[in-house]
């Protein structure tokens, strides 16, 4: 008897640049300052402070969610190659809908890269996916992430409460119609 063929997963992760930054898919090289991410005071908004199993794990979760999905996090770097964050689309079992999530890590805040990073995974989603315009859920607690949702055109509309934790939830503007 032979055995039944392998399942082959054909993945691919759009590669995106815009003036400043790569948008490009998760790599076991990011892992390390996930870790770094993971175990700073900045991670407390996205669930950090867990153990090193669990940042695997998301890595891999990300990878998994770009094949079930057709979108996730990108990982995202300057032009000169420093790993910067995660900024993109997710969809998680038991979410309302799609979110546009962003983490920077320690040291690249306050440059716009988040804002610069945040408009064009989103406009991948539009383009690629729905002009639906999608939310993110963002802890009352955390003005930094409010204010990059402002600048990306985002207002609230809805509190929730999320994985036990009372959010807001912002709602982007739907991409403009181009003639």
């Avoid at 990108?74 to 910067?84: A, H, L, R, W, Y």
């Avoid at 309302?96 to 920077?104: S, V």
């Avoid at 934790?165 to 003639?179: D, F, M, N, Y």
């Amino acid at each position: 008897m032979t055995p039944p063929a392998a399942h082959q997963i054909n993945l691919t992760i759009p590669v995106i640049q815009t003036d400043r930054l790569v948008l490009r898919e998760p790599r076991e090289a990011d892992f390390p300052a996930m870790l770094a991410f993971n175990d700073s005071p900045r991670s407390s908004f996205v669930g950090g402070g867990r153990d090193r199993q669990w940042v695997w794990r998301g890595l891999l979760a990300n990878l998994g969610h770009w094949v079930l999905r057709g979108y996730g996090l990108f990982s995202v770097e300057t032009k000169t190659g420093d790993f910067i964050g995660r900024i993109g689309m997710i969809f998680h079992d038991g979410w309302d809908e799609p979110e546009l999530g962003w983490h920077l890590f320690d040291g690249f805040e306050g440059r716009g890269y988040g804002v610069e990073a945040a408009r064009a995974a989103r406009d991948d989603y539009h383009a690629r996916i729905t002009a639906h315009p999608p939310i993110s859920y963002i802890d009352p607690a955390n003005p930094r992430s409010e204010a990059l949702a402002r600048r990306l055109g985002a207002a609230p509309e809805r509190h929730a409460t999320v994985f036990g934790t009372l959010i807001t939830i912002w709602r982007h503007p739907a991409p403009e119609v181009r003639a």
